[in-house]
């Protein structure tokens, strides 16, 4: 695979790679992303990692006590 060289292709991998449940490489991704002076493709970078970090930290108690 190709490296991206602009936020905007490293923001478009972060969203395939988190379309293939590829968490951490897609949290990898959306970092480089957000480190552009675009302020709204950082705020969507941003937005993307705090998704991943819910995605990750998310648990159901209901299948945990059945």
Known sequence: MNTPGSAEE???L???LRQD??????MNAFMN???TDDVLLRSKALASI???KEINGFVN???MNP
């Open 50 to 52: 705090e998704l991943l």
């Open 21 to 26: 449940a590829r968490f951490g490489e897609a």
């Open 33 to 35: 992303a957000a480190d």
């Open 14 to 16: 972060g969203v395939s």
């Open 61 to 63: 108690a209901d299948l």
């Open 10 to 12: 490293w923001f478009d």
